[in-house]
């Protein structure tokens, strides 16, 4: 049976549309089962109630006509009950619901099981036979194994299906997409698709009998990408700040790359022309990142592909017709890349849909820092037959809806209007202090770093960085980074913030991010070799480091030096040692040099974010300065879910009642102590977030830029006893969807309702 099973799921699998799927699958699983009916029900959540989509054996006319409540008939009861239902004759069951359009007089035995994908019940699958008699157990078994494997199939077709009925070539309800939210926002716009005008795996390799001439033409079309790249980043230079813009630098490092283009050119040597040499030499290196376990390295390899599409359209002298486009326009690709981004032009662009790519990608990056709705991971959705459809992105909920009808473009039309009329609102406020009615201040600082979607140069209201992730000097090269180099990038931060306090991490790399050039091959990284671990097995990196960050210090005074991911009080002790010594051996450079300027001892502090440390925090308090949450990461293994994996991101919650219990103590233990702490993860950049962390008695969050004037904004309109009564509410509550529940509904009471949305 098992050979049986595997040829109807890659059957079925194989079929692009919806309704020949669940023809194929009824056909195959009639004859696999020697049933006498098979048939599939698809779930309507809008009108509750399973529709008859397919079937061999009942009354073919009653397809797309007959309907069965949730709560009716068999079918009714093998989804509710989301199990098995196997009874040898169904006109004896209290359940049995007679449908004369579908003419089932003659048939008595029947077996249901449901399709269920993550979680959510897709449709019921059913068998009948004439025959009073209930299905074998073995039977049973291979039925329900065939529905579970058939789930993911049937949701990707399901999706495909709603493009079509989207185009109207088909009769349905409305239904969304599902995708994974790129950057927040919510946008109606018409779908203009980018194609590449040449795919690098589409070349054939070919030979050429003029190696000279073939030469030329690769050095002409390389200069000539150089050129466009620096168009495209010029004209993103005015549209998001310069450290978001350095993904071009990138580009263009990969450009110069002398392994690249040698070993392009050696191909040439070969024999082979200039497209076939770029599409062997560029595959392989996309195979060599799309094999990397770490999402943001492997991301990387979309950036490889676009360089080497944009090399082929340089050697091929057709020029494609540029295509006209109107003013709402929602970019749509297969990948989008952040040069097809740099390519629309500013005031056209409302939204970003990529069927690949995640929020590591350079295109989400891009569309955060220039505030764009982005929508990621549509999967199994062709391109092609979205162009120039109207298009819902909800970058909260990651909902995508084509073609959508007049009552749901209304409801996202009025969250538009109100989103823009409270944006308007904070954003005129945002130089205000974040200090309650009742006068107890919360002091907002940035995140900024890593994701490169903030300007470090541009507070918008900040108190100062609250986080600086050290880590893009390190990706940006192809070695580790001189002390020098790390000076002026460290000097600059600081002087853009000169009176503010700065926290600098140091280098945190491993888990869901590594170093192309210092690979770090695990079988589970998050709880590898990650963070303070890899510094500290390698002092020569971390003493770099330190040494540059306290350099840049002199005559600033606003340093302060945070160390990741730590697990021991021994780790913290080491850290500490190194520093002490990095710090001795600058101040004796300074004065060697004759200099009388005093170095500043930085404060030193360390990131919570694994749960063990928690219970160590008086150990702790004895030897820093300051602690800083980092929510994201201590959520993540509070819960034990990865949230890169889409399978269990739903479980990835940080209003979790155990994440804010942690929360709670970590506070509790701090204040005890007389040691600052405070939160720079997700969490406090959420409205209902923001207000139970400073009900907890946090009195510092950090954020990325966006989201600091809406939570200063936040702040000022909730009083201290009231966020407290909340927060005492809510830590009674034991699952995190009443913890939502609750949240906003005092977010409305406070007048705060339209702001639950941008909290998800």
């Known amino acids: 049976m098992l050979t049986t099973l595997r040829r109807i799921v890659q059957q079925v699998n194989q079929t692009s549309d919806l309704e020949q799927a669940l023809d194929l699958l009824v056909a195959e699983t009639k004859l696999a089962m020697e049933a006498d009916c098979c048939s599939a029900y698809l779930a309507d959540y809008e009108q509750q109630q399973f529709l008859l989509m397919a079937t061999d054996g009942l009354d073919r006319s009653a397809v797309g006509q007959v309907s069965i409540g949730f709560s009716e008939g068999l079918v009714g009861l093998v989804g509710q009950r989301e199990e098995p239902i196997n009874v040898a004759d169904a006109k004896q069951h209290p359940r049995f619901k007679y449908f004369p359009e579908v003419k089932e007089e003659t048939l008595c035995a029947f077996l249901g099981t449901p399709i269920i994908h993550q979680r959510k019940v897709l449709g019921v699958l059913v068998v009948q036979q004439a025959d009073a008699r209930q299905f074998s157990a073995s039977e049973e078994s291979f039925f329900v194994t065939l529905a579970a494997q058939l789930a993911t199939v049937i949701a990707h077709a399901e999706a495909r299906g709603v493009l079509d009925r989207a185009s109207g070539r088909k009769r349905s309800w409305v239904k969304s997409l599902r995708g994974v939210p790129g950057s927040p926002g919510v946008v109606v716009g018409r779908a203009f698709v980018a194609e590449p005008s040449y795919k690098l795996e589409a070349v054939p390799i070919t030979k050429s009998q003029d190696k000279d001439a073939e030469l030329k033409r690769f050095i002409h079309a390389l200069a000539s990408t150089r050129q466009e790249l620096r168009s495209l980043a010029n004209r993103m230079t005015d549209q998001v700040s310069p450290e978001v813009a350095a993904i071009f630098d990138m580009y263009q490092h990969m450009l110069q790359d002398v392994s690249i ?51 082929l359209a340089q050697l091929n002298p057709n020029k494609h017709e540029q295509r006209t486009m109107g003013d709402q326009v929602i970019l749509v690709a297969e990948e989008v890349t952040a040069s097809m981004l740099a390519e629309i032009p500013r005031r056209k662009l409302v939204g970003l849909l990529s069927m690949r790519g995640s929020n590591n990608s350079h295109a989400a990056i891009l569309a955060r820092a220039m505030g764009i709705p982005a929508l990621l991971g549509i999967e199994e959705v062709p391109v092609s037959q979205l162009d120039d459809l109207e298009l819902i992105i909800d970058g909260y909920s990651g909902d995508l809806y084509v073609s959508p009808n007049d009552a749901i473009k209304n409801e996202y039309q009025r969250l538009i209007a109100e989103e823009v009329e409270l944006r308007s609102i904070y954003t005129k406020e945002a130089d205000l202090s974040a200090t309650t009615p009742d006068g107890f201040e919360v002091r907002i600082h940035l ?314």
Request: hydrophobic residues 40%; negative net charge.
């Open 261 to 311: 283009a040698d070993a392009i050119e050696a191909e040439i040597e070969t024999g082979l022309t200039a497209q076939s040499a770029v599409k062997k030499v560029l595959v392989g290196f996309i195979d060599q990142f799309e094999a990397m376990s770490d999402p943001y390295i492997r991301e990387r390899a979309s950036d490889v592909r676009d360089l080497g599409q944009r090399l």
């Open 447 to 760: 995140n900024a770093g890593l994701s490169a979607d903030t300007d470090i140069g541009h507070s918008s209201g900040a108190d100062g960085v609250g986080l600086y992730r050290t880590e893009i000097p390190f990706m940006m090269e192809d070695r580790f980074p001189s002390e020098e180099t790390q000076y002026h990038i460290y000097r600059k931060v600081l002087e853009s913030y000169c009176g503010r306090p700065v926290t600098m991490r140091t280098l945190d790399v491993g888990g869901d991010k590594s170093l192309p050039y210092f690979p770090i091959n695990e079988d589970n990284p998050f709880l590898g070799w990650r963070g303070i671990r890899m510094t500290l097995d390698h002092p020569e990196i971390f003493l770099v480091q330190v040494r540059a960050m306290l350099r840049a210090n002199l005559g600033m005074e606003s340093l302060n030096i945070m160390f990741p991911m730590i697990t021991s009080i021994n780790e913290v002790d080491e850290a500490l040692r190194l520093t002490r010594q990095a710090y001795r051996e600058v101040s004796e450079e300074i004065a060697a040099q004759g200099s009388k300027a005093h170095l500043a001892r930085p404060r030193v502090g360390v990131m919570i974010e694994v749960p063990g440390i928690i219970y160590q925090l008086p150990a702790l308090a004895s030897r820093i300065d300051f602690i800083s949450v980092g929510s994201n990461d201590l959520t993540q293994y509070l819960l034990a879910v990865d949230r890169n994996n889409s399978r269990v991101a739903e479980l990835y919650d940080s209003y979790h009642p155990a994440v804010l219990q942690a929360l709670r103590h970590i506070f509790d233990q701090a204040h005890q102590c007389g040691i600052p702490v405070s939160v720079c993860g997700e969490l406090a950049g959420e409205p209902a977030g923001a207000l139970l962390l400073m009900a907890m008695g946090y009195r510092q969050l950090s954020m990325n830029i966006h989201n600091i004037p809406k939570i200063k904004w936040v702040i000022r309109k909730c009083r201290l006893d009231e966020a407290t009564s909340i927060l005492n509410e809510v830590m009674a509550l034991e699952c995190p969807t009443d913890v939502r529940r609750v949240m906003a509904q005092h977010l409305d009471r406070l007048g705060l309702g339209g702001l639950v949305r941008a909290g998800k």
